[in-house]
């Protein structure tokens, strides 16, 4: 596990091939200076592993978990039910059905343990990690600022991509 | 947990309003005299007793678990994971989306962990409890009898119902 | 506005007629002693009311925003845009579609605005204030332990119901 | 911006990726001779920046505004809510659920505040600017017989390609 | 036909079961003072009336067109086939699919002919009227007043309502 | 048009872009030596000719009338409407949406105007007409025995496949 | 079985509890004296009279198979697949899928054996029976005429509900 | 037919074109020595041989049924009505819809013959077979212990991959 002492965000992900969809949650952590892990496991080939991950991340010092899993996604409620800790999902588009299986497998959890989805595939995963951010910015004054950059420079964005139209 | 020492079948639920669906299943259990339990537990809820229940179904004679569940429905998944007993999913319709939800979370399961799934609902329930039937009557000559004369009876049935029409 | 001066939680709604779902939230907040607000605003018919509360949430001293909307859900993802709060989105069910459109509305959200998606209805909006809890709870130690009484308070009761069946 | 004065249809996209779809609609406004700019934000980006151009564009000239964004595509109503200009939305396919969600979230709209909504991709933002052609040619009898001539022309080359065939 | 000879918009629906549907759009016709009439023909049960009407509509003055209809909802598509007027769609929930059939029978015209679709049911039928008002009130500075008379009162109602809350 | 005189099924395209699922029936129809003709014509874009054409098959000596068409496909209703020749509809898949908008523009036809829907895409294509051909060998003993050779092949042709395996 | 010895139309439900949906068909085949015949049998549960049925049908002068069923819906395909008569599918709305499972069951026929699909329901039920009418009107002249009144009857209804609207 | 005398599971496609997905579930079977054959035959396009092959498998000793099918996928179900022995069905993507209409022609059984359905494509196939293997291993000590390996190293790999990440 590429885990660092002060782990701050888990990246969570149920199969090796959601990576390339994570990794958008991965640069975004980077930018932000957040220091996070990237953790694989399954809801269902390693429920141990996924209860051990669970049970010590908040004793490990983790604050925010973002799970990434496709098809009957069950991973981020799982987590969810065995950590106090918030836990943010992003359905992956890994069947035929385009990524709505993962989507209400994710987001339509039973009141009790809430699972915070974002949108499917790359999109949601980049929004994860921003609102771990805004999450931790809470009560992290730099980051807020920083946040606050952020958001500035996407509305500059625009305004540039304007000029090349 | 009603469970008397003979139990071969067990029917799980996710919570006690998915009674009257699963009563369906019991109502069969019933007619073919095969052993069974409710069993109330929730993946997300009560994690623990769910992993309790799934690691001991087997050592304590269980040979096929029904479960029930609605809206992101993991249960079946989450204790197929930690069971070698074939596990039979029932998606129950209790959110806006009528079980669609319940459906995809059940029976999307990713390669590795399978849930055999039934129809959304009664119907399903009552399949649930079929379908445990012919897997033991695989080993059990009187069963296949009374299965044999089942599938009899519901074609008289359709004969008796003609007369009526 | 029920404001209170040390609101930590808004609760948005797009329309009084989500208040019978939203209520949900409110049980959650009151049985956790969270301050809260209830706030109603729509996207379409009172964006500058919308905006401006967006604006002037954070500097108010709130900490989490839930909203829920149906329909073409834009509540959620426009005051997101206007804040660097996390926001909680609550697709509800008020048309044909039974709540489809407000999930997608909601979760779909494109990269750099994040909103934190729960399931439709009632349940979700249970699970908003519960997520809600989990992030403050990240900074405050007695929520934290009151969050883990529930979580296995939840546990318990299905014992309880187990008894009954 | 590429804006002339007298700028009677703006066409607005949430991201520039939109483009090669909406340049479905330009080819049709120039083919009209109706002069139209093409004007980038999003209504989650650069939220000020959709404000700002909902609210002059009445003011500038502007007749009929075109908008096309995809997965959660609030942008058509956030600017219908700010100006009183009729507003053609177009959704676009710009996620894996294939523009449901562009088309739910663009559609939906409560009751209030109408999004006149097109088809999903290409054949939507051609027939944008054929509404909006039918909007300004109630007032503009050249632009009417434009239109006829077109839709006459639209006949003739279903029975040239039966020719083909 | 309750038609006046000034009739500027025409509400048309495709069967007399979806008048309650409809009435949504009189009542703000009413409200706005823009003479209306209501016409009953089906794109299947009565094409030439359907042609017939559409035929003549430009020519008897009407410059906006409203159709509500259900299920396999041609009749939007097949009147704005027959006029150059802009045509205004509302899908009316009359299957057992829950309007998401008349939806995209409406919605998805190919290129050529557009049809400005609104939201399923009541809100939809209501947003059509005031997508016509929008339109008129683009030459007749009344309407254009009444009408921002009347978004401006959409807010204030909301605020109304949080008295209330 | 390639009609022949004695053209007994009519196969009608809403676009020449739905030529390659189309001849999926025309070699059906080669294949019982059934005569036909491709005729191309669009609901939206050529309405009159529609209605010419649907006026004038019957007496044409046309029996069957087979019509492809895609997106918001109304071509087989509004021909549906417009005779009383059985009329077979082949939802084509042309837009993001894969062939759902198509299937259900078709099928879902209110009481009184039936269209024969077939599957979305090639296999729709070819089983229209293989329906005409069940509808022509009612009264011709000739193709009657050519069907029930044809029926006989696909059984045969399932045995010599599975030797290859 | 309530046949008649002359027997033109069969019309066969997979359940008894589809009677109220079917009889819509049974109004429309006495309304134009087809010779009919109401037949029960289930593709799952009585396979065998399933199939003696679908094979005696064209020696017992059956020229038209009407078949409802609901949820997984196989019967339609079931018999078309034992019979080279035409074959109509009425999806039958029997779970909480609202007929989209009978609809998809009934109409993605593949290549080789076609299945008529009506829409979901009784306006399914309905049109089935007219065309089976339009079918058999082919070599009937005089159920032709009757079905030409019927068509006009359809028109006039309108022009008559506009009176009264 | 690649039968051998002990063939103990049985892989029905109804189509060779579904072999592709198909081979996931030969794969597992060889991997745990379970002696199984390949039977090609179509529900629809050769009843006989699929009727003849269900009323046979129970007598040849086969004890698992497992099939594969697309598109209106009664295949699973046809044979389940025929045979007491338990019918696991995989649904195949081979249409538009994306093996949406494939699932739900499996799953959506009505009450009285169960189909244990799986994910649709290879996952499912796979899944199937183990499905298969976990029944059989019931009563088979030796198959119970390879699921046992299985299973763990399953658990064992994410542990690997987690290294190379």
Redesign the interface.
């Known amino acids: ?2 885990e660092k002492r002060e782990t701050v965000v888990s990246i969570v992900m ?3 091939s959601d ?1 390339p969809v994570m990794k ?1 949650a991965t640069s975004i952590l980077e930018e932000f200076h957040v220091p996070h892990e ?12 996924t ?1 051990l991950f669970a049970d010590e991340a908040a004793r490990r010092g983790v ?1 925010v978990i973002i799970v990434g899993a ?3 996604a ?1 991973l981020a ?2 987590i ?3 950590t ?3 836990v ?1 999902g992003v359905p992956v ?1 890994s ?7 993962a ?21 949601g995963a ?3 990690a ?2 771990a951010v ?2 931790l ?3 992290d004054e730099g980051l ?1 600022r920083k ?2 950059v952020y ?1 500035r420079k ?2 500059d ?3 540039k ?2 000029q ?2």
């Open positions: 596990m590429k149920g199969s090796d990576l958008e990237l953790f694989l496991t399954s809801a269902h080939r390693s429920p141990e592993r209860s604050k496709g098809m009957a069950h409620g799982v969810a039910s065995q106090p800790l918030p943010i588009d069947s035929s059905l385009q990524g709505l299986d989507l209400l497998s994710t987001v339509q959890m039973p009141g009790g343990i809430p699972v915070a989805t974002m949108a499917i595939g790359k999109a980049k929004n994860a921003l609102m805004r999450i910015a809470l009560e807020r946040l606050d958001i996407m509305a964005n625009i305004e991509k304007q090349k139209l």
